[in-house]
């Protein structure tokens, strides 16, 4: 019989232990090199994982397929995926760890960068000027998260959306049965989504957003929904609970500082729209998710 692939937030760490973070950073030879060099296959079931190589060599392996690291690359495992390295002993970079909740597209999504997330890659950097941005990067999103210093959760956000969308792009296939309309519809969201990044807090209604990019309402749902499976409205208030869960478990802030800063009128009404999408109250919704992460 096949042994059970053992889960950890952490390699090594056992998932009653969990640690207070959302990014966290550490050199790769501070953990491989108390395991003489080997990670034995494992998973992590809440966690997006990105290890940079800038020195060494070795081997990953994902599940049953085993592929060379040669620096520099960067490597991506979405949760759920069973994986493991062999490095040697000259080896550098770092590895991040992230909740997956925090990542600026759910892998799995249903639009290009969401499929990109959703398997596990080893992706060279080679000589390119986006490879050099994406190690320049890494190392900076290393030293801010090291740092601690004020005001870094948006430069952490920025440098980890910049990397991912970087990687990805170097590593582009077109996707099986796409056509001109599947692309054309993927820029249409990706302004939507800008859109949505920029207003999401002024709770501007569907007909804005199809105002602004030039179609009426009911061709932007059609856009939406093919490409995501949901409505705009559902997409809208989506982001918004996306926001809402972030305040709740990374700040200390009480409901209805949430609510104002999340442009809602008063605070009942951002408990309504709360418990109508999730199905508990936001403070309720707080203590349970805070216990699971062990915050």
Sequence with gaps: MKRPVPTYELYGEESGERPDFWLHCETIPSRSRLHHWEIGLH??????????IAKGSGDALFGDKLQSISPPAVITIPPAVSHGFRFSPDIDGFVFTVLASHLP???GSRNRLGT???????????RSEDGRYIAETLQRLAEEWEARRRHRTGLLDAYLTTVLGLTARL?????????????????????????LRQHCLAHRPAAFYARELGLSPTHLNRVVRAMSGQSVHEVIAGRLL?????????TRASVQEISFRLGFSDAAYFSRFFVRHVGTTPRAWRIAERQKLGV
């Design 105 to 107: 597209i759910a892998p």
């Design 43 to 52: 998973r992590h079931e809440s966690f997006f994982q990105i290890l940079y």
């Design 116 to 126: 990109w997330l959703a398997t596990p890659r080893l992706t060279p950097l080679g």
């Design 171 to 195: 590593t582009e296939i077109p996707l099986a049965n796409e056509s001109a309309g599947d692309s054309e519809n993927e820029r249409r969201m990706e302004r939507f989504d800008a859109l």
């Design 242 to 250: 996306e926001a809402a869960r972030r305040e709740l478990v990374f």
